[in-house]
């Protein structure tokens, strides 16, 4: 019984401020707005911070204009949406937290082996956050409740990032 106790205290304990099921509702309800714009959103990223589309060895030096219509770009913008989307389900409910936790782990460990740093995630988050100011009904809430998901799904990712 003690051992099951000190262990959904540890699942738990990696997020240590969850999001309330309101600010949840809030994150949800804007993602929504523009969760089908993958392409949109990649653009914004690679534009905003060209170190960021360095680190991918088939955007590398290439022209942020003849990329952006291709394949290629589509397959990527839709799976780092589709992760996003994957968290932000998730998010909100007590008994979704190691879930969470693990596959936000996962990413850190695996961006960690391509080299991209945690400069690099807040270079995102800040990208990120001004597509959603632009492209979404924006408010202090809707601010808040996201700079506290992204928050908890940092602090998760920069655990397995060593730089
Ligand atoms: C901020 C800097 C980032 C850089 C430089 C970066 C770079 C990369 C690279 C090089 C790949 C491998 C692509 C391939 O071989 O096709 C990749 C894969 C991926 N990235 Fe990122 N990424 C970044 C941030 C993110 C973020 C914030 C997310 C999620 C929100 C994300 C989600 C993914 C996913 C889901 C994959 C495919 C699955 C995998 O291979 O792990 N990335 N990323």
């Given at each position: 019984?003690?051992?099951?106790?000190?262990?959904?205290?540890?699942?738990?304990?990696?997020?240590?401020?969850?999001?309330?099921?309101?600010?949840?509702?809030?994150?949800?309800?804007?993602?929504?707005?523009?969760?089908?714009?993958?392409?949109?959103?990649?653009?914004?990223?690679?534009?905003?911070?060209?170190?960021?589309?360095?680190?991918?060895?088939?955007?590398?030096?290439?022209?942020?204009?003849?990329?952006?219509?291709?394949?290629?770009?589509?397959?990527?913008?839709?799976?780092?949406?589709?992760?996003l989307s994957e968290v932000i389900a998730l998010s909100g409910e007590a008994s979704n937290l190691g879930a969470i936790n693990n596959i936000v782990?996962?990413?850190?460990?695996?961006?960690?082996?391509?080299?991209?740093?945690?400069?690099?995630?807040?270079?995102?988050?800040?990208?990120?956050?001004?597509?959603?100011?632009?492209?979404?009904?924006?408010?202090?809430?809707?601010?808040?409740?996201?700079?506290?998901?992204?928050?908890?799904?940092?602090?998760?990712?920069?655990?397995?990032?060593?730089?």
């Amino acid at each position: 019984m003690k051992f099951f106790a000190i262990l959904a205290l540890c699942v738990v304990g990696a997020i240590a401020d969850p999001l309330s099921a309101d600010q949840a509702a809030l994150v949800k309800s804007s993602w929504k707005q523009v969760s089908h714009n993958e392409a949109d959103i990649l653009y914004a990223v690679f534009k905003a911070y060209p170190d960021i589309q360095a680190k991918f060895p088939q955007f590398a030096g290439k022209d942020l204009e003849s990329v952006k219509d291709t394949a290629a770009f589509a397959t990527h913008a839709t799976r780092i949406v589709s992760f996003l989307s994957e968290v932000i389900a998730l998010s909100g409910e007590a008994s979704n937290l190691g879930a969470i936790n693990n596959i936000v782990s996962k990413l850190g460990a695996d961006h960690n082996g391509r080299g991209v740093t945690k400069a690099q995630f807040g270079e995102f988050r800040t990208a990120l956050m001004a597509y959603l100011q632009a492209h979404v009904s924006w408010g202090e809430n809707v601010a808040a409740a996201w700079n506290h998901a992204l928050d908890n799904t940092m602090e998760i990712a920069f655990k397995s990032m060593e730089h």
